[in-house]
């Protein structure tokens, strides 16, 4: 199973801040904290990862709890492009190549 | 660079035929993966690499073989098909950073 979880589905207005919850209440201290995207059915794509401080980028930022039990995404604009699944991963320092999808979230930014 | 390359990109075979899915990478990556994905779902790994000659099972390795004589290739085997491996394989790699890059997906039909 899965070691994350997400709400299956969101909506957000375009032009608004989407903000993309994640639990991962059991992760070790030497897991980091990936977050994904797949935009209708092509290969998924990188969009942040953290261990445990905030992280931002040209995409988005991330934020995660102290305690490192739960993080948020934050896409600050969201556009129509931005419609996709959005997948958060949490992966072992040296588990290169192995990724463990749950069922993501899928977001709709509406007009 | 071309990325993370897959071929076909669809394929359609009756029970009990043989195939091989090809993946190629031109950013001399070590870490290659493969994935499926059915309807609805996340993605899961099937099998994985850590360099030329060396491969591991994923989660879902049951009737697929590989095989990494190349840094560059890494092919997956249906050995014989059967309805249930109807789905959408993507491969990936990565060198020891932080972003697993993704090939197109090549969408699987077995009758």
């Known amino acids: 199973d899965a070691k994350t979880t997400q709400p299956p589905s969101m909506d957000c207005a375009e032009g608004r801040a989407a903000n993309l919850p994640c639990n991962h209440s059991?992760?070790?201290?030497?897991?980091?904290v990936y977050w994904y995207r797949q935009i209708h059915s092509q290969g998924p794509q990188y969009i942040i990862h953290?261990?445990?401080n905030n992280e931002t980028n040209e995409m988005a930022s991330l934020i995660i709890t102290e305690d490192r039990k739960s993080s948020t995404l934050i896409l600050p604009h969201a556009t129509l492009r931005d419609t996709a699944v959005y997948y958060c991963i949490v992966r072992a320092t040296d588990s290169w190549g192995k990724l463990q999808f749950g069922a993501g979230t899928q977001v709709v930014v509406t007009p | 660079n071309a990325g993370v390359t897959q071929t076909p990109k669809f394929q359609v075979l009756k029970t009990g035929q043989s195939m091989t899915l090809q993946c190629a990478q031109d950013?001399?990556?070590?870490?290659m993966s493969w994935y499926r994905q059915d309807p609805g779902m996340g993605l899961r790994l099937i099998h994985y690499?850590?360099?030329?000659?060396?491969?591991d099972q994923g989660e879902v390795p049951n009737g697929y073989n590989v095989s990494r004589s190349t840094t560059e290739d890494f092919p997956l085997r249906l050995l014989s098909a059967a309805p249930s491996q109807t789905s959408v394989y993507f491969c990936?790699?990565?060198?020891?950073?932080?972003?697993?890059?993704f090939g197109p997906g090549t969408r699987l039909t077995v009758l």
């Open positions: 990936a790699s990565t060198d020891r950073g932080d972003t697993q890059y």
């Open positions: 950013m001399n990556h070590e870490y």
């Open positions: 953290g261990l445990k």
């Open positions: 059991t992760i070790s201290g030497n897991e980091y």
């Open positions: 690499s850590v360099g030329a000659g060396i491969t």
